[in-house]
C-alpha cells in the first residue's frame, strides 16, 4: 500500500492488511504535527505534493528497500493538505520475519522519504508563514 | 519543440503560476530549458543553488536532452514527512 492522500488513515487497518503468517515483527513509524516549531508556535501546516512523482518516488523507495533488507511488507502513507497539531502526517509499516530487519528498513525507508518524496511542508504561526525546504537534494533513490 | 513546465511550493508561488509551455529548439537539453525558465523567472536565480528539476517525474542529469511532450518540473528540496 503506498498512498498520497488528504484523508486520514487507520493504524489498525493498515496492520491487519499487511499481516500475513510469515511476519514475525510489525515496525511503525507515525509522523504527526507539531505544536512548536524552532521556538515558534504554530497553528498548522500545509502540505503540497507532486503526487504522480510522489507515488512513483514511493514504489522506487518500496523496492530499493526490499533489496536491501529481508523484510516482507512495506506500507507508507503520506497526507497533503492543511492539517493541524497532532493531525496524522505520515505512516510506514513495514512487516518482517524478525524485529531487526523491521527496524533498519522502517528507519530507511523514512531517511530516503525524507530526501527524495516530492513533497513540501508550509508552516503557519501566528505571525506568518513560510516553506519549509530541506536540506538535501533529491537524488538518492 | 513544446515543453511543459510544471512548479511547485515556493516556486510556483515565486513564478505565480503553477505550469508554463516553453518552445525550444531540438536537441535542446534540460539545461537549456533551465537557462530559459530562468531568463523568463528571474526571481528563481535565488534558488540557483538548490533547486530541483524532474523530468517525466524522475530525477536525471541536465545533459539529458528533452524531446516533444516532455513534463518538466521545477521545485525546492523536498520536506514531507
Known sequence: MLEITRDDFSIDEIVQKIKTEDIGAIVSFIGIVRGKSNGKNVNKLEFEAYKKMAI???????????RKFNVNQIAIVHRIGSLKVSDNILLIV???????????ACRHVLEQLKKTL???????????SYWIEGETHGKDA | MKILVK???SCRELCGKTSERFQLQDKATL???RSVVMSMHPILENMR?????SLNETFVTEQTELKEGDVVAFFPPVSGG
Open chain 2, 49 to 53: 543553488d538548490y533547486l530541483l528539476i
Open chain 2, 31 to 33: 539545461r537549456d530549458l
Open chain 2, 7 to 9: 512548479f511547485f511550493a
Open chain 1, 118 to 128: 516530492p513533497i513540501w511542508k508550509k508552516e503557519f504561526t501566528p505571525e506568518e
Open chain 1, 56 to 66: 512513483l518516488q514511493l514504489k522506487n523507495i518500496r523496492a530499493e528497500t526490499f
Open chain 1, 94 to 104: 513495514v512487516g518482517a520475519t524478525h524485529r531487526d530487519e523491521a527496524f533498519k
